[in-house]
């Protein structure tokens, strides 16, 4: 069972951060309070499907890139 102390490192957009683990693209999201609408995630340089984004586990090493869809006219 995971502990307190379980913990990754990722590339998030270019940046080195630690997040707990075991961690999915959505539970990132949720960290990062970031709406999963209004995002698209690149993970390891193939696209996540927002369908997928419960049961895709993210891994220490891992590179992602999210980009914020912004609304406007």
């Not at 927002?50 to 992602?64: K, P, V």
Request: hydrophobic fraction near 40%; charged fraction near 20%; proline fraction near 5%.
């Amino acid at each position: 069972m995971p502990t307190m102390h379980d913990s990754m490192t990722l590339t998030l957009n270019g940046e080195t951060r630690t997040f707990p683990a075991p961690l999915s693209v959505a539970g990132l999201l949720g960290v990062l309070e970031l709406d999963r609408r209004k995002v698209a995630v690149e993970r390891n340089e193939e696209i996540v499907p927002r369908s997928a984004y419960g049961e895709t586990l993210l891994a220490g090493g891992d590179s992602l890139e999210i980009v914020h869809f912004i609304g406007g006219g």
